[in-house]
């Protein structure tokens, strides 16, 4: 797992990072938060507040009290939505989406979208794996990435 984000590589010193993972498909959220964190270290970063919800559903209430709290500066959500038989994994993972893109502008704290929307378990399994194609890991590197933008952008010219 490199320092690089899209062909950039970040310096997190400084950078407050929340987490909020959920707990549903364990195996696949486990392995995304691992490697969230094993990047966030990497480059520096501090995770400052990980907080564990039930399932994808739950993680934009989560995030939108996270952002409130005024004492990180992005945040990484991790879960995973597989499709199975039912329209239920449309409705989740759609939801789930709209919550954090809402929490995003509502607030100004950026929302790195790491949950992962899969056709099969192994293709969970896959993404979440250790190595430089874990989704945690880019999830974290967005934030930390959409977090030194807006410091950019805050500090003026």
């Known amino acids: ?22 707990t549903f498909n364990s195996e696949v959220t486990g392995g995304l938060l691992t490697g969230a964190l094993l ?7 501090e995770a400052s507040k990980v907080v564990e919800v039930p399932g ?5 209430l989560v995030a939108k ?8 500066d992005a945040i990484v959500a991790l879960g995973a939505v597989v499709k199975g ?3 239920h994994y449309d409705h989740v993972a759609h939801r789930a989406s709209e919550g954090l893109m809402r929490v ?3 607030t100004g704290v950026p929302v790195a979208f790491g949950i992962l ?9 896959n993404r979440s794996a250790p190595g430089e194609d874990n989704k945690g890991a880019e999830a974290a590197a967005a934030a930390v ?5 807006l410091r950019k952008v805050n500090s003026g010219p």
């Open 1 to 22: 797992m490199g320092l690089e984000a899209g062909g950039k590589e970040y310096d997190g010193t400084g950078i407050r990072i929340g987490v909020v993972v959920a």
């Open 39 to 45: 990047y966030l270290h990497e480059v520096g970063a």
């Open 56 to 60: 994808a559903f739950e993680i934009p």
């Open 65 to 72: 009290a996270m952002a409130a709290s005024g004492d990180i």
């Open 85 to 87: 038989d039912t329209d």
């Open 104 to 106: 995003t502008l509502d």
């Open 117 to 125: 929307t899969s056709r099969t378990a192994a293709d969970a399994l």
């Open 145 to 149: 990435g959409a977090a030194l933008a």
